[in-house]
């Protein structure tokens, strides 16, 4: 009968979980603390570990690192009544098979453990053994959602942090693509590695081309010298290739041939270069649909798919509007000096109620320029502008279709007239220079009210 240890503090945890264990056919033993779990796990050899984190003389983390240390396969469920972003990580950094809250979803845990089991006999069966120490890195919570979404999220980074498996970040424009990249780069093996970043729609072909392999003198006419494209500049690192579904079919069958034989040559050179970096490809279009249309080639699209995260749009995970706003005024007040830390009424309620197309770069946007347009340290209802679903402003301008030149020219004249036409705060609040702005209001032939 397969066997089940589980460490808990709290005593009606431990009978809660011992009866329905029991009842679905497993085998049971409860430890108040971790001394008394680490002696029943010497004398029982479970089959499976169910622990909390926060136990009186040790941290459930420990407990599961020195069980590991003998036995690397032995799968641990952590259960806690505080999750966040760091701890979840640590825990799949460190081994765990599954992170669960408290109060605990019964049906949940059975197919966790059900599944865990799985895996233990399948990886016994291929004598793979996870490594035997594994390093705990700091990581600062700049992934804000407690959502279901996005503690799968946090999950699937602690997985892949410490190995260099390829990785395929989906999900819509303003989602965070490229910060999942950078958490997985910087908690993991590649953290004192460099981040490389490349933007596959920004360039041209030939100039993709070359900034990914580099190049030799003399490859083309403005090749004066050899230069090293971003897989040789990575060394052991991460390249991280943004908006992957744009690249040509061409640099597409470039790119499998370096995943297939891990290396590649310059353009215009003829030695073999060894690949050391680890790719991890983004994109905002669905890439299945896009191979059944002919537009990406499906053997590459298996080879950056290995390990998928995909990230939810802000508009299905409403519930993390709140520590967004909260995280994301606390940066905003940082870069550009104010104070503005309190919420007014009605003002969450219209944040939450807000579909948010562009997710949160969306929401940073509109909470940078309603900083700026604040007078005080109150976020008030006044001092945010939404966009409507077709692109309109909301209390701002009539909805009905705009040119792009229509809808610029109004939200500068917008900004300009909340800002009493400060030039330097109104460039704060759009994001552009000075040269930029006044150039915009001569061509608008943008002019103060009397």
Known sequence: MTKILIIDDDESTRETLRMYLAEVGYSTFAAANGAEGLDLWKRESPDLIVSDVNLPDANGLEIMARMKESDPNMPVIIITAFDDMKSTIAAMQKGAYDYLEKPIDINRLKISIQRALENRLMSERLAAFLPDEIADHELNDTLIGKSTGMREIYKKIGQTTNTRVTVLVQGESGTGKELIAKIIHYSGVTKNQPFVAVNCSALTETLLESELFGHVRGAFTDAIRDKKGKFELAGEGTVFLDEISEMSESLQVKLLRVLQELEFERVGGETSIPVRARIIAATNRNLEELVRTGRFRE????????????????????????????????????????????????????????????????????????????????????????RSNDGAFKNQLEVGIWTLEEVEKSYIKIILDKMDWNIARSCVSLGISKPTIYRKIQAYGLKRDA
């Open 299 to 386: 053997d590459l699209y298996y080879r950056l798919s290995v390990f998928t995260i995909h990230i939810p749009p802000l508009r299905e995970r409403k519930d993390d509007v709140e520590a967004l706003v909260v995280h994301l005024l606390n940066k905003i007040n940082l870069k550009i000096h104010r104070s503005v830390r309190k919420i007014g009424d009605g003002v969450m309620d219209m944040l939450k109620n807000h579909d948010w197309r562009g997710n949160v770069r969306e929401l940073e946007n509109a909470l940078t320029q309603a900083v700026v347009l604040s007078r005080g340290d109150v976020l008030e209802k006044e001092t945010i502008i939404l």
